[in-house]
């Protein structure tokens, strides 16, 4: 198919979702889809156009929107795509126009620019000249998954971007949409367990170093919920945390769980879990080898850490765990009053 015919194409889907929307465009008279869901419209006929797998992009999109918004130096791109492409790789390291537009420019300074919406012009800030230039460039590489991880290695030239982007997308994949929000307490309401603000404590096993997470003690046994709908990126010991599993969500979070006795054997490292599913049980179990347990009191350390684009850092977990847990509460309750209704 030529670049004519793509455009053209291109065109009629971006029209059909910002005027009329993906309702309208299945035969409704009208259209109260969420931005979510005319995101997912609009880049599932991407995939159709151009073979890139919609979730990637939906996730490479995702990524940004979540640095853009954990960066005060950088602005939200508003809008259904929040890609932005770099002004060096779009123009052209070498052109001396960093807001070049002209696609016979862009080219000649090895730009990627593109023109997707035949306007004349190759603008970073159309969305649809935007998507164009982004699967133009992945599809260079091929369309296997390690093939767009190597595309996307030479769109980021960071590690960590391309194991966030492809983790988000196969999460999407696993349930088939970009609308996933809500979390769950990291523990059933029913178990006894207390908890207190201990992040930024002194620590000194290993050397003197500040407590990133909190401590919920409970019981031996006490399940262990994810809190998010995530990947699993780890699973095994560690020498500080002991026997540990990690997730990383849709907002480019990583969540450490530590010291657990052990973990569910459904659960395996490049799984799926969504809020409130079983990924293991509460422990003593780190500060030593493999199998060390029992130098302190049961209980999960839960950590957060948050990749901005440039560095991984951890945050305070207790205001969050304080509001899932009030969130699943409030959940619990909503649900025993329906049953109540239904009876």
Not at 4 to 10: D, F, G, M, Y
Not at 94 to 118: H, K, Q, V, W
Not at 181 to 209: A, E, K
Request: hydrophobic share 30%.
């Amino acid at each position: 198919m030529g670049k004519r015919t793509i455009s053209t194409v291109l065109i009629f889907t971006f029209l059909s979702i910002t005027l009329v929307g993906p309702a309208a465009a299945h035969g409704k008279t009208s259209d109260t889809s969420p931005p979510e869901a005319r995101r997912q419209f609009l880049l599932e006929k991407m995939e159709t156009l151009t073979g890139i797998p919609w979730y990637l992009l939906a996730a490479m999109d995702q990524y940004e929107r979540n640095v853009q918004r954990s960066r005060p130096d950088l602005k939200e791109k508003k809008g259904l795509i929040a890609i932005t492409v770099p002004s060096r790789l779009w123009t052209g390291v070498t052109n001396p126009d960093p807001e070049d537009t002209i696609p016979e420019s862009i080219l000649f300074f090895g730009g990627i620019g593109r023109d997707g919406n035949r306007d004349g012009k190759a603008d970073p800030n159309n969305e649809l000249d935007v998507l164009y230039t982004v699967t133009r460039f992945l599809s260079r590489y091929g369309h296997t998954w390690d093939d767009l991880r190597e595309g996307l290695w030479n769109y980021y030239q960071h590690p960590t971007p391309i194991d966030i982007i492809t983790h988000i997308a196969e999460v999407y994949k696993h349930y088939g949409t970009t609308q996933l929000d809500g979390n769950h307490f990291l523990m059933p309401l029913r178990y006894n367990y207390t908890y207190h603000n201990t992040w930024g404590d002194r620590r000194g096993y290993g050397g003197l170093r500040i407590h990133e997470g909190t401590d919920v003690f409970a019981d031996y046994g006490t399940p262990v919920l994810s809190t998010c709908y995530g990947y699993v990126e780890l699973r095994g010991w560690n020498r500080f945390g002991g026997w540990r599993i990690g997730i990383r969500d849709l907002k480019n979070n990583y969540h450490y769980f530590a010291h657990l006795s052990r973990f569910n054997k459904d659960v395996k490292k490049g799984d799926v879990v969504a809020p409130g599913e079983i990924i293991g049980y509460v422990g003593s179990s780190g500060y030593g080898p493999p199998g060390t347990s029992g130098k302190f009191p049961p209980h999960l350390h839960y950590g957060m850490y948050k990749f901005n684009g440039k560095n991984t850092f951890s945050f305070d977990p207790y205001p969050y765990l304080k509001a899932w847990e009030r969130a699943t509460a409030k959940k619990q309750r909503d649900a025993k009053k329906k049953e109540k209704k239904r009876r």
